[in-house]
Nanobody, 124 residues
Framework: QVQLVESGGGLVQAGDSLRLSCAAS????????MGWFRQAPGKEREFVAA????????YYPDSMKGRITISRDNAKNTVYLQMHSLKPEDTALYYC?????????????????WGQGTQVTVSS
């Protein structure tokens, strides 16, 4: 049974940094891409970052470049999302996801495993 368990969310001030973690278990993830998405109330799920499990290739939307870094620790089966200079508009439920790489790491449809999410709230 595949499990993705996110942690590290919380209430922070604007300008703070935060690191989210995603512990993956239940199968080997070689050939997979690990992604982070977020969803704010009333908004669609939004791509945040992705990383290929073996090569470590990273993908970011232009809107996030420079403020976030995705990384993974293969030995711990854990993916991290480091966020800097947080803004109130970063407030959302952040999800970890895994899926076989098909060339569209930006698309939520590529991912077939999802965690329950961790809440990030940024106060102004």
């Amino acid at each position: 049974q595949v499990q993705l368990v996110e942690s590290g969310g919380g209430l922070v001030q604007a300008g703070d940094s935060l690191r989210l973690s995603c512990a993956a278990s239940g199968r080997t993830f070689s050939g997979h891409v690990m992604g982070w998405f977020r969803q704010a109330p009333g908004k669609e799920r939004e791509f945040v970052a992705a990383i290929t499990w073996i090569a470590g290739n990273t993908y970011y939307p232009d809107s996030m470049k420079g403020r976030i870094t995705i990384s993974r620790d293969n030995a711990k089966n854990t993916v991290y999302l480091q966020m800097h200079s947080l803004k109130p508009e970063d407030t959302a439920l952040y999800y970890c996801a895994a899926g076989l790489y098909t060339g569209r790491p930006y698309s939520s449809t590529m991912y077939n495993y999802w965690g329950q999410g961790t809440q990030v709230t940024v106060s102004s």
